[in-house]
């Protein structure tokens, strides 16, 4: 089945960093591909997506890039803030949603 | 006011005990979800419902049962709660027209003793 595979955390930066959080999938089709963001106590948001290959999500200074060949979406930031501080999942997507399949989240703490 | 609300918010009871959490949206959304979240496996779809009369079971649905009362309102059964349902569980939206973006709830902690 479906797959998707995050790098552990917890990842510690100090504000301004340069940020990567890794993530590979396994998908028998052409899924579509997603970062989600968990504040402390809150419900996920999404963060950016993509659907096709070579496509570029973006938002508040993130990005991911959808790279079938390697079969990843990795999430980077040029400078991260302390507000950044949350958990990142990654996920896909086949049958247009019908069905979601989340990594395991990875934890970011940023430091002032 | 949020878009998507949960109750209660935090729930401790009995191995045993029938517990039912309760999702609302106001999003006017078709389609609803209910995920559980444990440490380091992300989140696990129990049950979708993609109308009021359309609702299937996810990969995680043994031990739950679901009722969609509304359009608006998912709710979600453990009939006889057991300790290793212990978790945060979630409620999302989506719409017909854009189903792979999901709108999540603040979400449930739910501690079985």
């Known amino acids: 089945g479906d797959s998707v595979t995050q790098m552990e955390g917890p990842v510690t930066l100090s504000e301004e960093a340069f940020l990567t959080i890794n993530c590979t999938y396994t998908?028998?089709?052409?899924?579509?591909l997603f970062w989600y963001v968990q504040y402390p106590g809150e419900g996920l948001q999404l963060l950016l997506k993509?659907?096709?290959?070579?496509d570029k999500g973006s938002n508040k200074g993130f990005e991911a890039t959808y790279r079938k060949e390697t079969t990843s979406f990795h999430l980077e930031k040029g400078s991260v803030q302390v507000s950044d501080s949350a958990v990142y999942f990654c996920?896909?997507?086949?049958?247009?949603?019908?069905?979601?399949?989340f990594g395991p989240g990875t934890r970011l703490s940023v430091l002032p | 006011d949020a878009d998507v609300t949960q109750t209660p918010r935090n729930r401790i009871t009995k191995t045993g005990k029938r517990i039912m959490l309760e999702c609302s949206q106001t999003?006017?959304?078709?389609?609803m979800y209910w995920y559980r979240q444990d440490p380091g496996l992300g989140l696990q779809l129990i049950y979708y419902?993609?109308?009021?009369?359309?609702?299937n079971k996810g990969e995680i649905s043994d031990g739950y049962s679901v009722s969609r009362q509304a359009q608006a309102k998912f709710s979600l059964s453990l009939e006889s709660a057991i300790p290793n349902q212990t978790a945060l569980y979630f409620c999302?939206?989506?719409?017909?027209?854009?189903?792979?973006?999901?709108?999540f709830g603040p979400g449930t902690r739910l501690t079985v003793l």
């Open positions: 996920a896909l997507s086949e049958d247009y949603g019908q069905n979601f399949v």
């Open positions: 419902s993609f109308d009021v009369k359309d609702i």
């Open positions: 993509a659907t096709k290959a070579d």
């Open positions: 999302a939206t989506s719409e017909r027209g854009s189903p792979d973006t999901q709108y």
């Open positions: 999003k006017g959304h078709d389609r």
């Open positions: 998908a028998t089709g052409y899924p579509s």
